[in-house]
């Protein structure tokens, strides 16, 4: 066997160890899907983190960790009869070549061509999940997702049938419009009704970065970065005053912001 394929097949066989019902490990016995699915979101966030810190070591643990929970899935899946590792791995590697056909069925597709194509393969896929019936343009867009990210994706499934602002300006006015409706919503004091303009608001930013082909959390991931870098630099000017922070008021504070953001 190759390197990577013992060290697999070590990887497997912890997992089994681990939740061998006579001597693997309580924890690990009791775990489920549900319990799991946390953490397997928590190893996909500190792996995309490794990747912005661009740290390479904690980048090759991380995805360590995010490989076990895929293990971890798949054993429980294997004890109740549902389908093994293998299987998994079969399964993308069909998949992966289905949406490839120019690489491995000789189809001849010019560049312009490999997203549509790609969007196709997913749609007869999402069919056949549906036992043949036509599934919806939004079928399979995960609930779990984050919300921005999925707001997005909603928006990037409806495109694909023809329900899309025509251009970034069109979407543009449609965030122009929905502050608007925040502003009146907000007026009249109905705070079912602020919610619900304010979650339009952001689904149409959402689709906003979507037409600037920009990801909104990575987006607001770099946004909280700054203000979380910026504030430890105001921190830094009120500690370095000598006075509390009480003493500051809303101007002087502004202006200890604006200096932070100018150096930092």
């Known amino acids: 066997m190759s390197t990577a394929e013992e060290a697999l097949a070590r990887l497997l066989a912890l997992m089994a160890r681990l939740r061998d019902p006579q001597s693997g490990c309580p924890w690990d016995l009791k775990q489920t899907f549900a319990t799991i699915a946390p953490y397997t979101i928590e190893e996909a966030y500190e792996v995309a983190d490794a990747i912005e ?3 390479r070591e904690h980048l090759r643990d991380e995805l360590g960790d995010l490989l076990f929970q895929v293990v971890f899935h ?5 004890e ?3 389908f093994d590792f293998a299987a998994v791995a079969r399964g993308i590697d069909e998949k992966l070549r289905r949406r490839h056909p120019h690489i491995f069925a000789g189809a001849a597709l010019a560049a312009e061509d490999l997203v549509r194509v790609w969007e196709e393969q997913k749609a007869e896929e999402r069919a056949a999940a549906a036992g043949g019936a036509a599934a919806g343009a939004l079928s399979g867009v995960p609930r779990a997702l984050p919300a921005l990210t999925r707001a997005a994706k909603l928006g990037k499934r409806a495109a694909t049938v023809g329900f899309d602002w ?5 979407v543009r006015a449609k965030v122009d419009e929905e502050l608007g409706e925040l502003d009146a919503a907000a007026a009249s004091g109905d705070r079912d009704e602020i919610a619900a303009e304010m979650g339009d608001l ?8 979507r037409h600037l082909t920009l990801d909104p959390e990575t987006c607001l991931r770099s946004a909280n970065e700054r203000f979380t870098r910026r504030f430890r630099g ?4 009120v500690a370095a005053s000598g006075r509390p922070w ?6 002087a504070l502004d202006e200890l912001w604006r200096r932070a953001k100018a150096k930092r």
Request: hydrophobic share 40%; with cysteine.
């Open 53 to 55: 810190r661009d740290d």
């Open 80 to 82: 109740r009869g549902w």
């Open 234 to 237: 105001v921190e830094s000017d």
């Open 246 to 251: 009480s003493s500051h008021d809303a101007a």
């Open 166 to 170: 025509p251009d970034v300006a069109g």
């Open 74 to 78: 798949a054993r429980l899946a294997e």
């Open 202 to 209: 952001l689904f149409s930013v959402a689709n906003w970065c």
